[in-house]
């Protein structure tokens, strides 16, 4: 769901007014350029984008490199971890439109010093 928006900067100073929907200051380019389209697959969209999206651009692979952590905490990776390997939708812990918290913060407190939210 789209929502309207009045503000300039939310969550993290990352979650920024685009138009008349909130999107992230980070894929300002999808805005300007693509629009919608760009990861809802249409000009306007009725439900989330669908999971595979985020890996038009991006790859879980390099992700997972980028937070792979050492010892003890080896599966404690977002992007490739103990549960889920590397088959996590990005949207289960990351949001375009909205603020969204880690889905292992269910269960674990350790932290990603460096999410996104």
């Not at 992007?79 to 913060?105: F, R, S």
Request: charged letters at 20%; one cysteine or more; aromatic letters at 6%.
């Amino acid at each position: 769901m789209l929502l309207a928006f009045s503000s300039t900067v939310v969550a993290g100073e990352t979650l920024v007014a685009q138009g008349k929907i909130l999107g992230r200051s980070y894929h300002q380019q999808l805005y300007t350029q693509h629009k919608c389209a760009a990861c809802h697959g249409v000009d306007k969209p009725s439900s989330r984008a669908p999971d595979n999206s985020c890996l038009k651009c991006h790859s879980v692979d390099k992700l997972a490199q980028q937070t792979a952590r050492q010892g003890d905490e080896l599966w404690q990776n977002p992007h490739n971890n103990l549960h889920y390997g590397k088959d996590v939708p990005c949207t289960e812990c990351h949001g375009e439109h909205v603020v969204k918290q880690p889905l292992c913060k269910d269960c674990h407190t350790f932290k990603f010093s460096n999410f996104k939210e």
